[in-house]
């Protein structure tokens, strides 16, 4: 209802005709296409969901005359609770991995823990576009003299391009950082280089303006060859926990 009460009834009856109409395109009906198809579900898949919105669809319209509360009324320019077409948005995440960092020739074991916040934009109900800043740690553990290993960390910052890509609760990630490497006692010298990222993850409803969500990424990091120094390569893997919030 917090959807169907901000649509005007001509809106409504809009999408109750497109959804008839691609219903009988597609076929009349799931259950006709699953029978004719020898039991196949999946050709039947794209009908099923129509049949469903379209109960759901009608169930709100039924009940919106006498449910929606007289504070959310009916808005032409209103484009849904939980998509981000054409509105803006702030996305805040806490992002952790493990790293492998090779250089010259010798590979570092080590871990990263960043928090970011990218402001973006929902360019189509497909695909949000965000840019933004991120700071943390990064470390590695490297064997000294005695055989014993130490924790290196350096202060690691950066400005991620991000492209995600919408699929019902599903989230597809793609982004290029340009990243920022410092160790504390060289924090006035930084080195610098550039991520491609990659991540799949799930988002749940959107409430009070905020959808939470969770993504699996994988990404590579190279810094290139600079005083003196040979080129530096970083593989992680991790997660990234946020928010999409609609503010």
Same mark, same amino acid.
């Given at each position: 209802? @917090?959807?169907?009460?901000?649509?005007?009834?001509?809106?409504?009856?809009? $999408?109750?005709?497109?959804?008839?109409?691609?219903?009988?395109?597609?076929?009349?009906?799931?259950?006709?296409?699953?029978? @004719?198809?020898?039991?196949?579900?999946?050709?039947?898949?794209?009908?099923?969901? $129509?049949?469903?919105?379209?109960?759901?669809?009608?169930?709100?319209?039924?009940?919106?005359?006498?449910?929606?509360?007289?504070?959310? +009324?009916?808005?032409? /320019?209103?484009?849904?609770? @939980?998509?981000?077409?054409?509105?803006?948005?702030?996305?805040?995440?806490?992002?952790?991995?493990? @790293?492998?960092?090779?250089?010259?020739? +010798?590979?570092?074991?080590?871990?990263?823990?960043?928090?970011?916040?990218?402001?973006?934009?929902?360019?189509?109900?497909? $695909?949000?576009?965000?840019?933004?800043?991120?700071?943390?740690?990064?470390?590695?553990?490297?064997?000294?003299? =005695?055989?014993?290993?130490?924790?290196?960390?350096?202060?690691?910052?950066?400005?991620?391009?991000?492209?995600?890509?919408?699929?019902?609760?599903?989230?597809?990630?793609?982004?290029?950082?340009?990243?920022?490497?410092?160790?504390?006692?060289?924090?006035?010298?930084?080195?610098?280089?550039?991520?491609?990222?990659?991540?799949?993850?799930?988002? /749940?409803?959107?409430?009070?303006?905020?959808?939470?969500?969770?993504?699996?990424?994988?990404?590579?990091?190279?810094?290139?060859?600079?005083?003196? $120094?040979?080129?530096?390569?970083?593989?992680?893997?991790?997660?990234?926990?946020?928010?999409?919030? =609609?503010?």
């Amino acid at each position: 209802m @917090q959807s169907a009460c901000r649509v005007p009834p001509e809106a409504r009856d809009g $999408l109750r005709r497109w959804l008839d109409d691609r219903i009988e395109a597609l076929g009349g009906s799931a259950r006709g296409v699953y029978e @004719q198809s020898g039991g196949d579900l999946d050709a039947a898949e794209e009908l099923l969901t $129509l049949e469903r919105v379209r109960d759901a669809a009608a169930y709100a319209d039924r009940h919106a005359e006498v449910d929606c509360p007289f504070w959310l +009324e009916p808005d032409p /320019t209103f484009a849904g609770v @939980q998509a981000s077409a054409r509105r803006f948005v702030l996305l805040a995440e806490s992002m952790g991995s493990l @790293q492998v960092l090779v250089d010259e020739g +010798e590979a570092f074991v080590g871990g990263t823990g960043v928090g970011r916040v990218l402001p973006g934009w929902g360019v189509d109900d497909r $695909l949000t576009v965000a840019l933004g800043a991120e700071l943390g740690v990064a470390s590695t553990f490297p064997k000294g003299d =005695d055989g014993g290993r130490s924790v290196k960390p350096v202060l690691a910052g950066g400005v991620p391009l991000l492209f995600r890509v919408h699929d019902e609760t599903l989230r597809y990630d793609t982004e290029v950082a340009f990243v920022a490497r410092a160790p504390e006692d060289a924090l006035a010298d930084p080195r610098f280089g550039v991520r491609l990222a990659h991540g799949i993850g799930v988002a /749940t409803l959107r409430i009070a303006g905020v959808m939470p969500y969770a993504v699996l990424w994988a990404g590579y990091t190279w810094f290139p060859p600079a005083d003196g $120094l040979g080129a530096q390569h970083v593989v992680r893997f991790g997660t990234r926990v946020g928010v999409d919030w =609609d503010p």
